[in-house]
């Protein structure tokens, strides 16, 4: 009698963890992004024709769902159903690399696919794609939409500049770009990608204020219940471009979190995403499923595994090391309990220098 007590409990605690698993899976989803398609641009940035091929191939063969970003992130605002293995492809930057190598590759499958550009470079040189290029792209079911005009760090204020005039630049270089995709290609979605990848809190106001949606770079799952100003991608480029790395972050699953907040210590909560080299700040994550939360395991950039707490229900993270001037990202991760399947949550940090700036890369 016992065992059988034992064993319906087991089926009852696996039939909810299940029932979670498909309800998240039902309402997520995988953005990827690329740069260069190019076995002669940057390495940095680059993926080679060859080794984008052999992704593609892998998302066909497994039999993934790929659809337009703009319908996923509507289908995800309105809090419908997607099948499992969705994927939205994505690229930034305005680089021709994307017409010659990219462009003819997902025409062949008959994919849909979103190139984010910033209209100042288009038609600049030879290393960007041209208005008629991007036009032809168009027609073909690419969706062209907005990374800025100049490709600007949006977070970042320049000399003797006020919040006020911050604010109206910043909105102008949206907006205008906004305006010349409408312009030259007769539509533009009211989709964003930061330049960069990069954000903060005041710049995802202006985001919202104006009406978009708007990506990073920072890795993760898509979740219905997330932020539309920082919706995560994760890129595939540089040292990110082996099989199996993505394979891993195809399947993976979003962090079910209920909110998430920020702590320059456990008692005063931090206002912004850009804190001052030497601060190790907090992450705070509450989820939908507590069961998770001692099976989550995080890391910081350059760091490796840094420290978590488990404080009222609440999964507290914060690095080890002081963070440096630039760009850091704490990755928390936990088993999904399918096979090769993880959730994901990726947050991004800025670090001033003394003199108020910070590195940056692509």
Known sequence: MQKNIVSSLSIARYLLALSFFLSVSTQA???ILYHHVSDSTPKSTS???????????YLEKNNFTIVPLLELTEKLRKGESLPDKTVAISFDDSYVSVYNSAFPRLKKRGWPFTFFVNTDSVGAGKVFVTWDQLREMSKHGVTIANHTTRHNHLPRREKNETVKQWRIRISAEISSAQQKIEQEIGHAPNILAYPFGEYDIEVQKIAKELGYIAFGQQSGALYDKGDLQSVPRFPFGGSFTELDDFIMKVNTRPMPTKAVTFYDDKKTKQKNLIVKAGDKPWLVLELEDTNLL?????????????????????????????LESGRTRYNCTAYSGEKGRFFWYTQQWLAMDKNGGWSYSD
Not at 47 to 57: K, L, N
């Open 29 to 31: 989803a995988v953005v």
């Open 47 to 57: 993926i080679s024709p060859a080794q984008f091929e052999a992704q593609m191939d």
């Open 294 to 322: 001692k099976k989550i395991n995080c890391f910081a950039t350059g760091q490796g595994a840094i420290t978590t707490e488990i404080i009222d229900n609440k999964l507290w993270v914060q690095a080890k090391q002081p």
